[in-house]
């Protein structure tokens, strides 16, 4: 038996399941055993579009709702999802509002920077940019979910994903801005011995030497000007993180030293985006602010993740002074997750504000290695799964060493790693019920971990997404895939609820 030094034991079905009706749990089976047929899951965009035209759009929907979209999705309008809210709440379990409504998802999908890439099991939503209107509709919604989180939780949590609120493409031509400026400094730290480029640091008589080795056209004042204004912490030494900082958000301008750029600046109708976008960012975080609900940024491709994660870092920095209200998403499967993770902290410690993330495994393994093979360039991923593991619970771990001053939601379904935390929570008598460090699981995905982990007194959440049934469908479909390559772990839910009914029918 799995078990921690709690009464925590992630095979206890009684406990996991004992507030869902014989209905639920007879659906969950239906829904889990549907999933493993391959042949339905990979034909189900097919199936579903058959149906329309056989049966028509009200009755597909119809058995939809009684079925897929019942046991993944929290409801069709507000009325719903706070029915779906109140029933996890009288079990201690959180809510993350996310809504899941998008467009279409086609059979494969354009890259921005050229290229068809398959979504084929792609487990998280892609947005596809129309225009600037639609992202204000998209913000909209979000300001709908946090107001919503606000009513009905006291520490509540809303989703949301960047790519709603801007044309995917301008991230991925700031991100190639923000590897570039990560690039120089390495050059200029380059002639010195340390083995992290990120752990060096420039003095002024080293930064003045490198930039005119360079060959940077600047005058000693201009250097003398810009050393002050990067040195933040004026220590006589930048740092790492001091110079990413000096990258201005919005604009992506560093001065002088933007002339070193090979990837060209924004052009004025993208800054009006970058511009539009921030409003909209600006717009949902003060509404977040009034309310008191966090904000889960969540990570996307690693080809558009620098630009959002340098726009998280200056939203953490602005907003996170005292409580975390900004969370931004770590990706255990990237490579550099590690040391970014340990940069921002870093970074937090010195300049006083409250570093927060959600941590999770990585939702675009198939679709980044399709792209590094379709590009030719280093995979940012790890190439085995247990790398991805080891190296998610050393970040987790590495969280755990800073907290309480940095707080984190471990996201994952995996049960070694939420006991891993459980059990360091209990030998470093960290509070559960405090709710810096919690756990997110999504809806209709094991509720084993979930309820679980909420009897046992921890904070756990469910991500909860939301829209209208034919809006929500590509988040259906793709919560089939996964679960239908999840084996072993929905083996396990099927054959938990299973002895769930069985006990239930012994005893009428
Ligand atoms: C609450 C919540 C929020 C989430 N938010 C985000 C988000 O913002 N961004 C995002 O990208 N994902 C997000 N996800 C999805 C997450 O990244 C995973 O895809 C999913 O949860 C499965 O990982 P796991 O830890 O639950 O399970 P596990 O089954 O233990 O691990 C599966 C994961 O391991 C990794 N993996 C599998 N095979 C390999 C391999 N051969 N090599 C390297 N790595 C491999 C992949 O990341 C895969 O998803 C979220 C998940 C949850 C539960």
Known sequence: MRKSSTSLDFNNFEKAYKHKTIAELVNALLVLRVCRVRKIVSNARYLVTLSYKILGETITNWILRKTFYKHFCGGIDEAEVKLTMNRLKKVNIG????????????ERHTVPGGGDVSQDKVSARIYRYEDEKNCDVNAEIALRAVTSSAQHESDGFAALKITALTKPELLEHMSLVIKETKALFSSLVSS??????????????????????????????????????INTSKTGAIKYDEWISYLEPTTLSMGVLSNFRNT????????????????RLEMIIS????????????????????AIDHLTLSLQRKYNKETPLIYTTIQGYLKNSHENCKTSLNLA???????????????YLVHERARCQQFCYDCPVFSSVEETHKNYNDIA?????????CKFMIASHNEDSALLI??????????????????????GMSDHITYNLSQAGYKAYKYVPYGPVKEVLPYLIRRAEENSGLLDSTTKEMSFIRKELYRRFRFW
Do not use: H
């Not at 993350?96 to 467009?103: I, N, S, T």
């Not at 004025?268 to 985006?273: A, L, P, Q």
């Not at 609900?293 to 993740?305: G, H, M, T």
């Not at 459980?422 to 809806?443: P, T, V």
């Open 95 to 106: 809510t993350v509002l996310d809504y899941a409504a998008e467009a279409e998802v086609e």
């Open 422 to 443: 459980c059990r360091e929570m209990d030998k470093r008598n960290i509070s559960k019920a405090e709710g810096g460090i919690c756990f997110g699981q999504l809806l």
């Open 287 to 306: 509404c977040a602010q009034r309310n008191k609900v966090k904000l889960l940024i969540d990570a996307e491709q690693s080809y558009i993740q620098p």
């Open 397 to 405: 771990l590495l969280l755990l060493s800073e907290y309480p001053r």
């Open 192 to 229: 010195k011995e340390t083995e992290e480029s990120k752990e060096k640091t420039l003095t002024l008589a080293e930064f003045s030497k490198s930039l005119k080795q360079l060959k940077f056209q600047i005058s000693q004042e201009q250097i003398n000007t810009i050393f002050k204004k």
């Open 349 to 363: 410690k010195r300049e006083g504000w409250v570093f927060a993330c959600k941590l999770v495994r990585g939702a």
């Open 264 to 279: 060209p600046s924004l052009d004025e109708v993208s800054i009006g985006r970058v511009k539009n976008m921030f409003n």
